[in-house]
């Protein structure tokens, strides 16, 4: 595609100017929508681009674009497949690295190339099948039998490895909670003042000050975190504080990662989970070699690191596939070809049935990348992106 460009006046209808920019202008088909497209570089001044909008919105025929026309319009005249959209939505989005590099590894379209390949083995299974339907009162020959039987469990493994991967894939999109939890007056909201360095909670002497869960957005290694400083763990005094702690109970089960502040004691209602971290608080006060503290910020960093690598083992099976629409269309594909791998291993009676089932499957595995079953997903997909994206 031969990109053309060039510094133009840019005037109103009266012929004044408006400003001074740079035009660009993309031929279709290897524009990013597929399309004639022109660029203006303006300046930038909110004065300059309203007016520009202004002008434009007086020629007949223009508009303004809605959230997401130009990558829909990618999608319709296919320079984009909808994994690659999706992709594209989480890529602008991006707050860490972590969340870039995966985003862009979709956007590239590394999971719609596995879709091909996924798609090709169901094929070439199916075809082997429908050659024998014309024989249905024959026995399906052992040796193509045996070749499809290969191919199923070929494809069953990718996927099912792909179907595991996407829920630390989800996480790698939405963040990782990590919740501080442990008695009241440890030193939890000190700790999470330190570790994000701001004053996110209120710091008091007095036992049960924090009575709702605060949380932290941060970055940890290019991971998403958000930090939990939740209500201490005790037998409450008074109602308000019992609320207070059962959300911190409930949060805490639910997080990622607790990280178990104590004084020599344990959190009341809660026990840790194997790779919980479990340290001492206060470490400023009690001198001992293992404890933390948030105020002077002994051991934050060892801690911090801790975090991190627990965090970054997890992200290790970390798959292609992002999102539950895509474990569901993979589970989909994997339960039709189990029941096709039934059929076939069984006394070729149902040949047809399995040669459907493999259908099934590449239905499932194509929905991955939009060519079916997708039309209602659209406009939820596009109405996160950004007008004249």
Known sequence: MERRSSLRKIRDHAGRVIDEALVLAFPGPGSFTGEDIAELHLHGSIAIINTVLWELGKIPGFREAEPGEFTRRALENDRLDLSRVEGLADLIESETEAQRLQAMRVFSGALGRKAEEWRALAIRAAALLEATIDFADEEVPKDVGGEVLTLIDQLSAALERESQGVEVAERIREGFEVAIVGPPNVGKSTMLNALTGREAAIISEVAGTTRDVIEVRMDLRGLPVTLLDTAGLREATDAIEKIGVDR???????ADLRIFLHDGGGAEGL?????????RGKG???GEADAVSGLTGKGLDALVERVARILEKRTSGSQTATRIRHKLAIDRAREALA??????ESDGEHVELAAEELRTAIRAIDSLIGRVDVEDLLDEIFSSFCLGK
């Open 248 to 254: 911190a109970l409930e949060r805490a089960r639910r």
């Open 339 to 344: 029941t096709a791998r039934n059929m076939v």
């Open 284 to 286: 400023d006060l009690t």
């Open 271 to 279: 026990e840790p989970e194997a790779e919980d971290i479990v340290v």
